[in-house]
């Protein structure tokens, strides 16, 4: 079976914008416009869960209320995603998408996330948002530094009025310097670390679902200067301060730590 990014098509795309990616304000990154085949993009959209569909999305609202997020679902597990996409993500996982990654970013050695911690399938309906943040910088299951997001775009015909851009503000989260619209097969990549401040903290308008595959990609070393405390999801400015390297243990992720026990537990 081929995967949609043996195509050369990626690997020009990645050569030619290699530069932009790098000088892009406020962190490195890109926004590429008619990603995917169109009946590649449309199938996937035709097969994208509904929002209402409880049996394929986690219950977030067991864990409580969330005054940075609401009316946003996710899944990572990949049994609960219909077979096309499920086959997708997997593209996203694969040799020749890590080499188009890396080739873009300047970054060798990524590798992807077949837990899918964070990742996979999500979606936003009217008055769902996602307050500026930084992501988690540290993958507690397989020891690993976060270093890319992947986001791909599948509701068509998407308005600017309907809001729900993707912002990046500045290192200090204070000033917003870019923003994309979640256009239909358009995806945005982007470097993460302690400075890169994203959301979508306007609240998406009218009858609209937001739908995007996430996915995120790792190495086994970064720069030293680079290098935190292991942290979750965080919605303030970080500081320096000495690392604990007791935090890197998987220990302090019960998310990471349940992963295996629960598949114990599979009948």
């Not at 509701?155 to 200090?172: A, H, S, V």
């Amino acid at each position: 079976m081929n995967n949609n990014f043996d195509s050369k098509k990626y690997n020009i795309l990645a050569l030619k914008n290699l530069y932009n990616y790098k000088k892009n304000k406020p962190f490195p990154h890109i926004q590429f416009l008619n990603f995917l085949k169109p009946s590649l993009a449309k199938s996937i959209f035709k097969n994208f869960p509904s929002y209402n569909d409880k049996k394929t999305w986690i219950d977030h609202e067991k864990y409580g209320k969330n005054i940075n997020t609401n009316f946003k679902r996710a899944q990572h597990d990949e049994r609960k995603f219909p077979k096309i996409i499920r086959n997708f993500c997997r593209e996203l996982n694969s040799q020749q998408f890590l080499l188009f990654l890396e080739t873009l970013t300047g970054i060798d050695g990524l590798l992807p996330d077949p837990y899918m911690i964070g990742g996979g399938i999500h979606v936003s309906r009217q008055k769902g948002y996602l307050n500026i943040h930084t992501d988690f910088n540290w993958h507690h299951k397989m020891r690993l530094h976060r270093r890319v997001n992947v986001l791909i775009y599948f509701t068509p015909n998407w308005k600017k009025e309907y809001m729900g851009n993707l912002e990046f503000y500045d290192r200090n989260k204070k000033k917003k310097i870019k923003e994309y619209m979640p256009t239909f097969n358009s995806c945005t990549i982007f470097n993460t670390s302690n400075i890169s401040f994203h959301g979508h903290p306007e609240a998406v308008k009218g009858n609209n679902h937001r739908r995007v595959i996430n996915m995120y990609y790792y190495t086994a070393e970064r720069k030293k200067s680079e290098i935190f405390t292991p942290t979750f999801t965080s919605y303030g400015v970080l500081k320096k301060t000495k690392i604990n390297k007791k935090k890197f243990d998987i220990k302090n992720s019960p998310f990471a730590l349940n992963l295996l026990k629960d598949y114990k537990k599979l009948k």
